[in-house]
């Protein structure tokens, strides 16, 4: 019997971004236009852009997470993220999911966010 709540070993905890796909550039640097108004770098570099998935008739599904939970912004940040997404041209619908799991990181700050804010 196996446990089914449990993800197979060698199973990423961060499903992949549709990176091949025309918009995905321009997802991310729309992304890159929302900043947590307590860091001054923006969210695609502090790591908090888990997935950016975009299907053939280009519905961009986002999965993110915050700093920590109790992020004095976690009910408006995701809109943030879908508005900026929406002004992608070409983008029908935007869908972004928050999650806490894995936990954001240091570590998953880009190097040009760690520079930014000291850490290099």
């Not at 918009?23 to 640097?29: G, P």
């Not at 109790?70 to 002004?87: K, L, R």
């Not at 029908?92 to 930014?116: C, F, I």
Request: aromatic content about 6%.
């Amino acid at each position: 019997m196996t446990d089914d709540t449990q993800p197979m070993e060698g199973t990423p905890m961060i499903a992949p971004s549709s990176t091949d796909h025309p918009l995905h550039d321009a997802a991310v640097e729309a992304c890159r236009s929302v900043f947590d108004p307590e860091i001054p770098v923006n969210i695609f570099d502090l790591g908090l852009i888990y997935t950016i998935d975009i299907n053939d008739e280009n519905d961009v599904r986002v999965v993110m997470t915050l700093t920590a939970p109790g992020c004095p912004v976690a009910g408006e940040m995701p809109g943030w993220v879908q508005e900026a997404i929406m002004g992608v041209a070409g983008v029908r619908t935007v869908d972004v999911e928050l999650v806490w799991e894995p936990p954001w990181g240091m570590d998953m700050m880009s190097d040009e966010a760690r520079l930014e804010l000291g850490f290099m």
